[in-house]
């Protein structure tokens, strides 16, 4: 992905991905984008449409889109509930303390805020989250971090492993064990997330509709 202006997004998208998921016989999907602070609406209409057309095309299929957090507006959060997803998918990734070295323009308190904002506008659709561990965090900012999540109505977690994409991205401060991994999903858990998936390579779309399953008694 360069870093020139984006193309538009492709109207003809939505309706390919719902074809493919029919093709592949799909029961559950979960997609994404690149961040598209560039639209007017941060590219929370697309977002829509292809939830829309994944239900058109595949009857009973459950979708998670993973969305950026549109620059804390409301209206394009809307925008993507009012389509009915399954699983409003946003990621903190990492704790507080770190978003300055780590998470460069993002803002944690906006990703709360989107997570409790659709909590608060559509009880009914599960909330999910994820974090990566290995950035240099402390256990204290690990469990703040999960206090937080769950305070703002996050139902479902995802925790893995962070890994550097190459020399020139943030450094892995540290590796951990798989028994560490075990341990803050069992963590978790006790906490009161509905379900969560904990390991090293863990990622927002591993076991997704197992996750689902085990938030609905599964």
Known sequence: VTKKAPSPPDP???LRVAGLSKKWGLKYVVFTSPTRDDLPDGGAAHFAKTITKLKELNTGIKTEPLIPDFLGSGAALETVLSAGPSVLGHNIETAAGLYENVRSGADY???LELLARS????PD???KSGIMLGFGETDAQIKKTLEDLLAGGCDLLTIGQYLAPSKKHFPVKKYYSPEEFSGWGETARKMGFKAALSGPLVRSSYRASRLYRRANGG
């Open 109 to 111: 308190k906006h990703s």
């Open 125 to 127: 659709i599960l909330t």
């Open 12 to 14: 003809g998208e939505p």
């Open 119 to 122: 909590k608060k506008l559509r």
